[in-house]
Structure formats: structure tokens, C-alpha cells
């Protein structure tokens, strides 16, 4: 008893808790646990023995039929790192490993243990998520003896598990479907070129390796080159690697762990996964090639190579719809030369003990990886994206689009990276210290990054272009305007659908960030961004708050170097990316949806929170109802929006056959000439009706007038009058006369003349 | 997903579900006792809620179980039943049930025995639940007189014969006492055969009659369960008994006792929430020295090797209570010992702890039953409330 005190106390009360908490656990056999040993790294092992849960016909013989019993001793791997990580879990050496979920097998002074993988996931994390620890493990494991007792560890209807990897410090990145495509006879081999990069971390050296989709034919010239590179002494990075993937024509329908760490452990692996034939072969041809390259050279050498094995399993992987496995090792092979005995020459040979490793297999990165990541689904389709303007807004949208595995991209902007654009933009400038690439070719190289391929790049101003005879791409899918120019706006809006086929999306911000505005048009472009902007600013007058935030919406004049300013607004990055975020996400929603009948406007503003961006979604807007008039010899062009319509319609109703009328408020654009009618003012009150006559009063108009053009941040203003003719009929003398004394109210532009009847509108300008 | 037999944790009472891992997952529903969750227990095992996880919708998007058995018609046999079933024709389905409600669950086929039910109207008056059951029984043996076999959700098989010629016409929808039948929804199934042990055929004489009514006249059924078609034989033996007493239980082994391998199980459930009624005559409460019946307890320890006897009852404490009753408790645990170290008695009121009972799991695999593996999350759950903290991402 004194003699088991003292042990005890050998070892710190953390560890000698930790075993009473393990003790602790229903499943665990009473006074099993123990401290198995204590390393002077600070870990610990904790030995128990568990209760499992057997058919009940196993109990007869204490062992199921897969070869679990009912009571199975356990090791608790204890780091020093306990209880910020958790522990590593063994299972007797003579354990069945042929059981699927268990990770490549352990070895500790040359004693095997069979790791089982309890958890999808990390450990660390389930045993933070339970407050008695290690119990949320045992509770795994508890559960992983029960099906492995029961020969139900998988489900044939979800899948074959693939070797687990996830513990293999080394990496290799391939695109899968391009190496099941080139898998072209039952059994064979192939080699694909690629780069490997080392770094040495902690837990040592790691290796991460890129595989490209095409295959290629050896030949001693480039092997000889590989070999020169990969064992050369100047800092190569990353270096050239070839990968040789062999497979074999059997099914390989039994379990293992990974064991290998040599080349002899590899060919045994080969024939495990049904593919020792092909990985023969392929292995002697790679020899071959290496003895022709190297026939004058002497001394041993090395070469390094990346070996995946395919097998194929009796059904379908987990998460995938093949049923063939990849199983890949990197392969440091050291080449002994020996003396042939056929023909007494010097030839190199594969040392046996050559190292082999684990490799943790990774998607390569493409728009179909993007896609799963960012939506759930795989499926890709091409749709073209015009990015117009690059800026700090631009770039945000289309690399969070570009990051979704949405493209192609052109990008158009004539601005070249300056330091100031670092403050707010989702790029940097690549040679640092030396600015002045254009942002096109910056935002090019970023996207880039994300796996497409090259963006479609246009370092010029996007109007000149056009004028220079640049055509939208006939399968245009969206144009992001996020130039924050008017003329730009404009110029989108006068396009025709066959000029542009592709839907616009306007995207602005305001007032320092303090709102932010979407606009997106509507079908064959009606309503259009320039619409939509017009009723935004009409929106305005009935919204106080958003008033007042725009009505500091100066652009600053910025000093960015000496004798240079930039119109621009104080803005952080981080309050871009708020609004960026939500207009990157409504374009996403939008390439994914139906065309939309109507035009969209949303209003965004910073939340209560200041954290947060709260965005208003305007009233759809069908399209506009347009006439095209002439004036001055000239052709103008009257857009109604429906609700301006519907009003009028309603009010002229209501008056039976009495006439009525009131003033239309909108935007005049007289470079386009065109006139946006977003809103009807009510008329004076000292206007008069009859049957055929309606006199326009004019008490308080002006007033009320230029109320609402202050309210609209003075975008907005008097564009015409309306009234209604209720037995038809075009405009008459008093109309005119009317007319004529309204435009004295601004300053002789034209004015619209609007008539209801029960037929329809009649418009015209005067 | 192998078959599975899941105990329902719903206190004194029972609800028990056979999933079989055939073509059509077939379901076979035992019993249900559906109480309302009230808000000071929120322990409470929602039992609506875990049996719907389990059930299957059809291709209209509609709950249903392929069979739903009423071993007898207490309350505590078919509490819920008319708020969570569809009791009617399958043309008057609500596919839209008002908010807050779910979709009431089909039944495609009804086991039910009549005389079980004229038995136990003799003493009691019966329920709600089970005026409901005995209704839509009704309109489906009706339905059957006037054009056979329905379809599934108007099918219904007569369990026992009765007297007096009562069931001879049902002939094509009645299984007697000892026949033995795999057809389950009108399909011939691959993976189970149904064994009637009762109810109790009717007797001639008055008294052996009222025996039989009072001592709670139940249906009595050993399901035979293989894990696949390739088992040579079934490899779980399932008995269930109602809240079968004392009484027929030594009719029935005194009917068995020579092939006592018919009332053989490798799980039971412990007739009336472990009632010490099911095994003595005698008082638990009041008699000074309660006796065991020799052959009711002979019935019901048929165990095979590595059996598990399952209560269904409300946490079983050692008092005067009774069901569950712990003298009951006790017997169970010392058949269990006599059939292997391996056999167990559980209770379905305490697993995996008295406070937060869940539903109790047993699996089906090619080597025999299997129980749930032993976990710890359940007890340490009363400590704290809640402790699983959810996953988060970075």
C-alpha cells in the first residue's frame, strides 16, 4: 500500500486527476485506469480497460465476429499540450485494423497500435465541447467498439470511408475528376508533371505537392533535368516533381490502415489496394528511364516522386460518385548502384528502404472548389462579368464574386494603383515600393488567384473604350457599375440590349459610407439604372434619415501628394467592405435567379449598432411607360414610372368626367434628353375643374416645388404638368397657355404636357 | 441502418418501434403513450418528437407506420392517439395542419383484437384514444366486409378468434392465437415472422373468462427478427405482452411447457411497466410475504443467452410501489443472471439516467442484439443543464 502511494505521488496531480476522471466514466472498468507511463516530454499515457457492447451472441465467446471483445484495453495519449489538445487514442496492437475509420497505425519502440478515428473532426474540439473533457471521447469511442463490434463502423448505402489522412503532414493538390478521366485502360500507369515546395515547421519538414491535369511520356532528357533540379544546391523553389499514378484492374474490398514508411511497405500496400502489377511496372519504367539519363555518372542519388495509388472499392466513396480510391505517397527513393550480374554493368536500383509517406490528398483550386465551399453545389457555368470601375468598391464585389467561383471577369478601369488606394481596396500592389500598375492587372492577378483563368483586361477608360468600337461580350450575364460616375451611368443607360446584353448593376456609396445604393434594371432595360436612380433620389424626400446622412455627401478634397488631390470621401476599409459584402452577395443572388420582371432598389444605412449595415428595399418598379416626343427638331424621350401612371389614372377617374390635372416632379437630363416622371405633385388649391376645362392654380406651388427639389438633395425638379381628358382628346389652346406661364418657373427648359385618357397617355413637350 | 427495436422513455406506460432494415424499412408500431410536455419537466422525453425523427415520410410527404399494434386499450397503451394519427380514410388526410402542428402520422395497417377489447370494457370504461382506435378499426373491418383487403391506410388484421362465430367472416384479415404469419401491410416480409401467443382463446367456463379479463387480457406477440435474408434463422426473439398478468401467464406456460422454446426471447419487455402482477398474486404493497408464481415467472424467463428484459416504467425504486414494482425488479434481474453474464434487466425510465431518460436502442445484427454503447454525456448533463457547447467557425 505505501509502496503504491509512492508511485503515485511520482507523477503530478494533473495526470493522477486526469485518471480519476477517466475512472469516472460508465463505460470504464472499475479500477482499470492507470497511469501507463510518464514521459520526460511532459505526456502521459493513461492505460484503461472499457465495456463494450457485443451482440449478444459474441458474449459467448467474449469476442465478436469482426474481433472485438467485450472488454478492450485502451491508451490515452496524453500531450503536454493537455487539456488545450486533446488525447491520441490507441487500441491494442493485435486489434482488427482491416475495420474501417482507423487512422494509419502508430508505432512506438518498434510496438505496433491501432489508432481508430472516433470523431469527423478535430478531438481538441469535441473535448472542449463537453465540460467532463475526455468523457465527450470516450463517449466516441464507446460508440466506434460498438459498430466496429457489430461490422457497422460504415454504411454500404453512404459509402466506402477512404484511408483516413488526416493526420499526414504532407499534402498533395490534384484535381481529381481530371485523374479519373485519364485512368483510359483496366490496369496501366502514368506520369504527370508538377512542383513540390518544402517547409520546415515544429513537427519537422513538410512537403506539399501540385499535380497538373495532363498527363506526359518519360524521356531520359527529362528525367535527367528533374534529377539535377530536385538535388541541387541553390534554393529552388518550388521544385519539379512527377507523380506516377498506377492502378489496377481488381477489386481491393478489404480495410487497412495506413502502415507504410518505406518503399517495401509500399509495394505490400500496392498489393493490398489491388494494384502491385501496375505499381511494378511503373516503377521499372521510371528505373529505366533514370538508367538511360545517368549513364555516365557514378554515386548514389536520390529522387524524389510522388507515388498515388488508385483502388478501386467494392461501391461508391463517401461524399463522392466514384468508387475509385487515390492513395498517395511522397517517395524519397535513394538509388543504389549495383553491378548487374546478367551483364556486369553498373545500374541503379531502388533502395528498399527508400522512404515513403502519407500524403493528405486536397482539391486542387478551381471555380467548381470555390462553388461547394461557398454554395453547396458543383455546378459551374460560365457567365460573364463586366466590371466597370476597379476601385475600392469594384475590386471588394468581384472578388467576393470571384471567390464563389462566379466568372469569367473583363475588368475596366483606366486608374493605376497609387499608395493612397492602399487605405481601401482589396488589393495591394504586388511590387511593393513600386506603384503605378494598373488596378485592371492587379484585380487580374488577384482573381487569378482564386483559380480562374485570365480575366478578360481592359486598362482603359470605359467610355473611350466604347466609343473605340469595344463590344460587350455577346454572353454578358452582368455589368457592375461601381465607377461612381454619372456619365458612366448614363452611358449604360442609353445602351440597347443588343449593345449590351447583360444586366446592369449599379452599386454607390454616400455621405462618408453613410449609405450605400443598389440599383438593378429591370427587363430589355426598362427600368434603367439611370430610372432607378431617379426614383432612389424621389425616395429621398419621404426619407428623413437618409436625407440628412447624404446631405454631407460632399466628396472631400484629399491631398494625396504635393500639388495632387483626389475628390474622394474619408472612408475606412473596413466600412467599404460592410456595403461591399451585401452587393456582392445581391449579385450573387442575382446571376443565380430568374430574370426579374421589375427594377430594384435597395437603400443600405449603418445599423443602430454602427456594426452593421441595414439595407430598405424600395417598392419593385415595373417598367416604365416611355414616349418618344420631339422638341426643338429634336427627339426626347418621356419615361413614366408605373406607380406615377396608376396615380394619375386613379385620380382622373375619380373625377368621372369632370377634368382634373396636377404638376410632375422628375429629372431632367437634357445631354440624353430625356425626362424621368417619378412623381405627381397634387394640384394647388386654387385650381379649377369642370367638364371641359382644368385651370392649374398656382398658390403655393412654387413653394411646394422647390420644397421637395431642396428635399431630394436638389436632384429632382418641376418637369411638366398632367390633367385629364376624360372624353379623350388632345391638348387645347387654354393647355398651352397654361404651359407657357409654368415654364417661366425653370428658366425656359422644356416641360412635359402629359394627357390622360380613358385610351391611354398622350405626351408631348413644350 | 440495421433493424432496431427503440423503447420510448414515456414513464408507466409503453411505446415500442420495430424498424426492419428491409426493402421498405418497414415499422412496426407498439403501443404509444404520448403525453402532453408539461413546462415544469422538462426532462420529459418528447415522445412524439423522437418517434417522428425515426418514422419515414411517404411519397406525399406524409409520416406513416407500415403497422401500429394495441396490445390492449388503456390509456397508457394509446395516450395521443388521436392528436398525432390519422384515424380516418386516407381521402381526408390534412396536409396543411394548423401552425405549431405536425402532420398526423399514418397507419397502413392496424393490428387489433376485438376480444382484447370486449374484455376490457367489461371492468372499465374505456378512453378517448381507445374509442378512437376502436372506431377506425371499425370502419376498416367494415370496409373489408364490403371489398376485401384495402389499401394501406384502410388494412387492419384481427388478432384472435373470438367466439360465437364473431370472426368468421374476417377470415382473410384474422390470425389466431399460435399462428404464426410474415405478411405485415399485406406483403409477404423477408426479415420478421409475428408469433400470437394471445390473447387467450375465449372459455367456456364464465369464471376462467372474467380470469382472463381481469388479469388484464393483452395481445401477446414473439416477434422473430433476422438482421438479413442470409441468417439461417432469426437472430432476435422479441416478446411482448401488454400488461398481460399473472394468470395468463401461467396459462400460457402451462400451454407451452413442453416446447418452452416458443416463449423463448432475446428481448422482453416486462409486461405491465414491471408489475410484480405479472408474476404473483399476492400483494407487493400489502402482503406480508408475497410469493412468486412458479409458472408465471417460468413463462417469462425463457431468456436466451445474452438477453435483455426491459421495463418500461417510470424509474424503479425500492418501496411499496408497484408498477414498476421493485420486487418485479429483482425477479427480472435474477432471470437475466440465469441466462448468462451478458443478460441484462434496464429500465427504460433510467437510461441513460433517471432524469433525462432517451429513447432506449437496441440493434440487430447477424450475431444477436445489440445494446447501446455506454455513455457518459447523460449524466453529466443533470450536473450543469446544458453543456455541449456548440461548434463554432473562424
Given at each position: 500500500m ?12 494533473h495526470?493522477?486527476d ?23 516530454d511532459?505526456?502521459f ?6 465495456n463494450?457492447s ?6 459467448k ?9 467485450s472488454v478492450e ?7 503536454l499540450?493537455?487539456p ?20 494509419p497505425?502508430?508505432v ?15 478531438t481538441?474540439e ?22 466496429a ?6 454504411n ?5 470511408e477512404p ?13 481529381i ?5 485519364s485512368?483510359?485502360?483496366a ?9 513540390y ?18 498527363s506526359?511520356?518519360?524521356t ?14 541553390e ?7 512527377y ?8 477489386i481491393?474490398?478489404?480495410?487497412a ?8 511497405e509500399?509495394?505490400?500496400m500496392?498489393?493490398?489496394l ?5 505499381l ?7 528505373l529505366?528511364y533514370?538508367?538511360?539519363s545517368?549513364?555516365n ?7 524524389n516522386?510522388?507515388l498515388?495509388m488508385?483502388?478501386k ?9 466514384s ?12 538509388l543504389?548502384?549495383k ?22 490528398h486536397?482539391?486542387?483550386l ?8 461557398s ?12 466590371m466597370i ?36 481596396h ?5 511590387l ?5 500598375q ?34 460587350f461580350?455577346?454572353n454578358?450575364?452582368?455589368?457592375v457599375?461601381?465607377t461612381?460616375?454619372?456619365s458612366?451611368?448614363?452611358y449604360l443607360s ?7 446584353p ?16 443598389i440599383?438593378?434594371?429591370?427587363p430589355?432595360?426598362?427600368p ?5 436612380s ?28 504635393q ?33 426579374s ?5 435597395l ?6 449598432s ?6 430598405v428595399?424600395?417598392?419593385?418598379q415595373p ?16 419615361r ?11 385620380e ?15 429629372k ?33 406651388l ?6 421637395l ?12 404638368t ?19 406661364k ?7 427648359y422644356?416641360?412635359?404636357c402629359?394627357?390622360?385618357t ?9 | ?7 420510448f ?8 418501434l ?11 408500431l407498439i403501443d ?18 423522437e ?12 409520416p406513416?407506420?407500415d403497422?401500429?399494434?394495441?396490445t ?7 395516450r ?20 405549431g402542428?405536425?402532420k398526423?402520422?399514418?397507419?397502413r395497417?392496424i393490428?387489433?383484437?376485438p ?5 376490457a370494457?367489461?371492468?372499465?370504461k ?5 374509442k378512437?382506435f376502436?372506431?377506425e ?18 388494412r ?15 377470415q382473410?384479415?384474422?390470425v ?6 410474415k ?28 380470469q382472463?379479463?381481469s388479469?388484464?387480457?393483452?395481445i ?30 401461467e ?27 405479472s ?12 410469493q ?6 417460468s413463462?417469462l ?5 445474452g ?9 424503479i425504486?425500492?418501496?411499496?410501489n408497484?408498477?414498476?414494482c421493485?420486487g ?32 432506449y436502442?437496441?440493434e ?5 442484439h ?7 454525456i ?17
Open positions: 505505501a509502496k503504491a502511494k509512492k508511485t503515485k505521488s511520482n507523477f503530478p496531480q495526470a493522477i486526469t485518471v480519476e476522471l477517466i475512472q469516472a466514466h460508465p463505460a470504464v472498468l472499475t479500477n482499470s485506469a492507470k497511469i501507463e507511463k510518464f514521459l520526460p511532459g505526456s499515457w493513461i492505460k484503461f480497460d472499457i463494450v457485443l451482440p449478444s451472441n459474441a458474449y465467446t467474449g469476442k465478436s465476429d469482426t474481433g472485438v471483445m484495453p485502451v491508451i490515452f495519449d496524453f500531450p499540450s493537455y488545450y489538445r486533446a488525447p491520441k487514442i490507441y487500441l491494442r496492437d493485435s486489434f482488427n485494423c482491416h475495420l474501417p475509420h482507423i487512422n497505425i502508430k512506438v519502440n518498434g510496438k505496433k497500435y491501432i489508432p481508430p478515428c472516433v470523431v469527423y473532426g478535430e481538441n469535441l473535448m472542449w465541447s463537453d465540460q467532463n473533457g475526455p468523457h465527450a471521447i470516450i463517449d466516441q469511442l464507446s460508440e466506434w467498439l460498438k459498430h463490434a457489430s461490422g457497422c463502423l460504415i454500404p448505402e453512404q459509402g466506402w484511408m483516413r489522412r488526416d493526420e499526414s503532414s504532407h499534402l498533395v493538390i490534384y484535381n475528376q481530371k485523374l479519373l478521366n485512368l483510359n485502360s490496369e496501366g500507369f502514368k506520369f504527370f508533371p508538377g512542383k515546395l518544402e517547409t520546415t515547421t515544429q513537427s519537422g519538414k513538410t512537403v506539399a505537392v501540385m499535380i497538373e491535369d495532363d506526359l511520356k518519360l531520359p532528357k527529362k528525367i535527367l533535368q528533374l534529377l539535377k533540379l530536385q538535388s541541387s544546391k534554393n529552388i523553389s518550388p521544385k519539379p516533381i507523380a506516377l499514378l498506377v492502378w489496377g484492374e481488381n481491393a474490398s478489404r480495410y490502415p495506413d502502415f507504410v514508411s518505406t518503399l517495401d509500399l509495394l505490400e500496392g498489393a493490398l489491388e494494384c502491385k502489377k501496375s511494378g511496372n511503373g516503377l521499372n519504367d521510371l529505366l533514370i538508367n538511360q545517368l549513364q555518372v557514378t554515386g548514389n542519388i536520390f529522387c516522386i510522388l498515388i488508385c483502388a472499392r467494392p461501391y461508391k466513396l463517401i461524399g463522392g460518385n468508387d475509385l480510391e487515390f492513395v498517395p505517397y511522397f517517395t524519397a527513393l535513394q543504389e548502384q553491378c548487374s550480374p546478367l551483364t556486369g554493368k553498373l545500374t541503379y536500383e531502388f533502395n528498399r528502404k527508400s522512404s515513403a509517406e502519407a500524403c493528405r486536397h482539391h486542387k478551381d471555380r467548381t472548389l470555390l462553388k461547394k465551399l454554395e453547396g453545389h458543383q455546378e459551374v457555368t460560365d457567365q460573364s462579368i463586366i470601375g476597379c476601385g475600392s468598391l469594384g475590386s471588394k464585389i468581384a472578388l467576393h464574386l470571384a471567390r464563389s467561383g462566379y466568372g469569367p471577369f473583363t475588368l475596366i478601369d483606366n486608374k493605376i494603383f497609387s499608395p493612397h488606394n492602399t487605405a481601401r482589396a488589393l495591394t500592389d504586388d511593393r515600393g513600386c506603384f503605378g494598373s488596378k485592371t492587372e492587379l484585380l487580374a492577378n488577384a482573381i487569378g488567384n482564386t483559380g480562374q483563368e485570365l480575366c478578360n483586361e481592359k486598362p482603359y477608360d470605359f467610355i473611350e473604350l466604347a466609343k473605340d468600337g469595344w463590344k461580350p455577346s454578358t450575364t452582368l455589368v457599375d461601381s461612381g460616375s454619372m458612366v451611368r448614363e442609353s445602351l440597347s440590349v443588343e449593345e449590351n447583360g444586366k446592369i448593376f449599379h452599386a454607390a456609396l454616400f455621405g462618408q459610407g453613410k449609405v450605400g445604393l440599383a438593378i434594371e429591370g430589355e432595360r426598362n434603367t439604372i439611370s430610372d432607378l431617379a426614383k432612389f433620389w424621389d425616395a429621398v424626400i419621404d426619407h428623413d434619415e437618409i436625407r440628412a446622412s447624404l446631405s454631407d455627401s460632399t466628396l472631400a478634397r484629399q491631398f494625396i501628394g500639388g495632387c488631390d483626389s475628390y474622394t470621401m474619408t472612408m475606412s476599409d473596413a466600412k467599404v467592405s460592410l456595403f461591399a459584402a451585401s452587393m456582392a452577395h445581391k449579385a450573387t443572388q442575382v446571376l443565380k435567379s430568374e430574370e420582371q421589375y427594377g430594384e432598389i437603400i443600405g444605412q449603418p445599423d443602430e454602427q456594426l452593421g449595415i441595414k439595407w428595399s424600395l417598392p419593385q417598367p416604365c411607360t416611355i414616349f418618344n416626343t420631339s422638341y426643338n427638331n429634336q427627339t426626347w424621350e418621356i413614366i414610372f408605373q406607380d406615377v401612371a396608376e396615380q394619375i389614372k386613379a382622373s377617374e375619380s373625377w368621372k368626367n369632370i377634368e382634373t390635372g396636377g404638376v410632375l416632379m422628375g431632367i437630363t437634357p445631354l440624353r434628353r430625356c425626362i424621368i416622371i417619378t412623381r405627381v405633385v397634387e394640384a394647388p388649391e386654387d385650381s379649377t375643374r369642370s367638364e371641359n376645362l382644368f385651370v392649374l392654380g398656382t398658390s403655393g412654387r413653394k411646394k416645388i422647390m420644397k427639389h431642396e428635399y431630394s438633395c436638389k436632384t429632382l425638379t418641376y418637369v411638366g398632367w390633367h385629364s381628358h376624360p372624353m379623350g382628346g388632345e391638348a387645347s389652346r387654354q393647355d398651352e397657355n397654361t404651359l407657357e409654368l415654364k417661366k418657373l425653370r428658366l425656359g422644356p416641360a412635359v402629359l394627357i390622360w380613358p385610351e391611354g397617355f398622350n405626351a408631348s413637350i413644350r | 441502418m440495421p433493424s432496431q427495436i427503440t423503447f422513455p414515456v414513464g408507466n406506460g409503453d411505446m415500442g420495430i424498424r426492419l432494415n428491409d426493402t421498405d424499412k418497414t415499422s412496426i404509444i403513450n404520448i403525453r402532453q410536455n408539461s413546462e415544469d419537466d422538462d426532462t420529459q422525453c418528447d415522445a412524439t418528437d418517434l417522428r425523427k425515426r418514422l419515414k415520410n411517404d411519397k406525399d410527404g406524409r406513416y407506420v403497422v401500429f399494434v394495441l390492449h386499450p388503456d390509456q397508457d397503451h394509446c395521443g392517439l388521436q392528436e398525432h394519427f390519422h384515424l380516418d380514410s386516407i381521402e381526408n388526410y390534412d396536409d396543411k395542419p394548423e401552425e402542428k405536425n398526423k402520422i399514418i397507419i395497417e393490428w387489433s383484437s376480444m382484447v377489447f370486449r374484455r370494457s367489461k371492468n372499465n374505456l378512453c378517448e384514444d381507445a378512437a376502436n372506431t378499426a371499425h370502419r376498416r373491418i367494415k370496409l373489408f366486409k364490403e371489398q376485401g383487403i384495402g389499401e394501406s391506410g384502410d387492419i388484421l384481427v388478432i384472435g378468434e373470438d367466439k360465437n362465430g364473431k370472426t368468421d367472416d374476417l382473410d384479415i384474422l389466431k392465437t399460435d399462428e404464426e404469419f405478411t405485415i401491410n399485406n406483403k409477404t416480409n423477408e426479415l420478421i415472422s409475428v408469433l400470437v401467443l394471445g390473447p387467450l382463446p375465449p372459455q367456456e367456463e364464465e369464471e376462467k373468462e372474467e382472463l379479463a388479469n388484464r387480457s393483452s401477446i406477440m414473439r416477434f422473430s427478427i433476422k438482421s438479413s435474408k442470409t441468417d439461417s434463422e432469426a437472430v432476435c426473439r422479441f416478446l411482448v405482452g401488454g400488461d398481460a398478468e399473472v394468470y395468463i401467464w396459462k400460457l406456460w402451462e400451454k407451452h411447457k413442453d416446447t418452452p422454446e416458443t416463449l423463448g426471447y432475446d428481448v422482453l419487455l416486462t409486461p405491465h411497466h414491471c408489475s410484480w402482477h408474476l404473483s398474486y399476492d400483494s407487493w404493497n400489502t402482503a406480508p410475504n408475497p412468486v408464481s412458479r409458472d408465471a415467472r413463462a424467463a425463457q431468456a436466451r443467452s438477453a435483455t428484459l426491459i421495463a418500461s416504467s417510470n424509474p425504486k425500492n418501496d411499496k408497484d408498477p414498476p421493485w418485479a425488479k429483482l425477479e427480472y434481474e435474477k432471470i437475466a443472471k440465469e441466462a448468462g453474464i451478458s443478460a441484462t434487466f434496464i429500465c427504460a425510465g433510467e437510461h441513460p439516467d433517471k432524469n433525462s431518460p432517451e429513447p436502442e437496441i440487430i445484427h447477424s450475431e444477436g445489440q445494446r447501446p454503447a455506454i455513455k457518459a447523460g449524466s453529466a448533463s443533470i450536473i450543469s443543464g446544458s453543456t455541449k457547447e456548440p461548434l463554432f467557425h473562424g
